[in-house]
């Protein structure tokens, strides 16, 4: 039975591409295309196929968001990436199932894919959701270091990476930001700031607290051992609440 194959691209061009490619292989039929991640997801769920070559740059989110979701599914595809990056960036994307192929593509290149996706498409599907867990986390990575957040102080609008928030606190109904550029007042809950700061390696020790742990100059032994935090560049002593003490550790590298 023929190997089952859906193609992801948001250029009919590219994805004529890669149906003229397997139109040379006998045992594998494509059975869906798309242009949008949306409509790949949709595809997928219903046609359930083996295999999805996958465009990483899509319109409406990436390739790699797709992939994230393409591996919930109860059956999932082995998913060959499809890129315009060089070769050098793409070396990330070379793992033993998960497969990648650079565009303009080559069709030596491509048989080399097909071989592969042969030999690997009938085994177990672990690595390939190990392989893109790592992809997105990657993904994730480049994303978080480009945000950016914007406050306001004097009239003037600052624009702050992550990196440059030491602390955040409440301060009556408002939050304030603590961070290498000044400090900031902020109608943004201390909720609303852990929740949007949570994969850049912020904590929150305290309801009261926000932390960079990057910025953490010094732990400070207390009463009843307890912890309280010392601040990079600042001389006031941030506590650690009782519930939040052991994921504080495990935070730091702290032995219980």
């Given amino acids: 039975m023929p190997y089952q194959v859906v193609i992801v691209d948001d250029e009919m061009p590219a994805r004529m591409n890669i149906l003229n490619l397997i ?9 869906g295309e798309a242009s949008s991640g949306t409509e790949a997801v949709k595809l997928c769920e219903k046609a359930m196929p083996d295999i999805v070559f996958l465009d990483i740059q899509l ?50 290149r491509f048989i080399m894919t097909i071989n592969k996706l042969r030999r690997e498409v009938k085994y177990s599907s672990q690595t390939t959701i190990d392989a893109v867990h790592i992809l997105i986390k990657k993904h994730l990575q480049l994303e978080h270091s480009k945000q950016k957040i914007s406050l306001e102080k004097d009239g003037k609008l600052f624009v702050l990476s992550p990196r440059d928030i030491i602390y955040i606190e409440t301060s009556n109904r408002n939050t304030k930001v603590i961070s290498s550029r000044g400090d900031f007042i902020s109608s943004l809950s201390i909720s609303d700031w852990d929740e949007r700061l949570q994969e850049h390696g912020f904590f929150r020790p305290h309801r009261s607290f926000l932390i960079n742990l990057d910025e953490i ?14 601040m990079r560049g600042h001389k006031n002593n941030i506590p650690i609440s009782r519930n939040k003490l052991k994921e504080f550790k495990e935070k730091v590298g702290l032995e219980n």
């Fill in 59 to 108: 319109q409406d989110m990436t390739g790699l968001d797709v992939a994230a979701m393409l591996i919930k599914l109860p059956s999932h595809p082995k998913i060959v990436f499809v890129t315009a990056f060089n070769e050098y960036a793409i070396k990330a994307f070379e793992f033993s199932v998960v497969d990648y192929l650079l565009k303009p593509i080559d069709e030596k």
């Fill in 217 to 230: 100059d010094e732990i400070i032994l207390w009463f009843h051992n307890s912890l309280q935090i010392k």
């Fill in 23 to 31: 139109s040379q292989h006998d045992d594998f039929v494509v059975v």
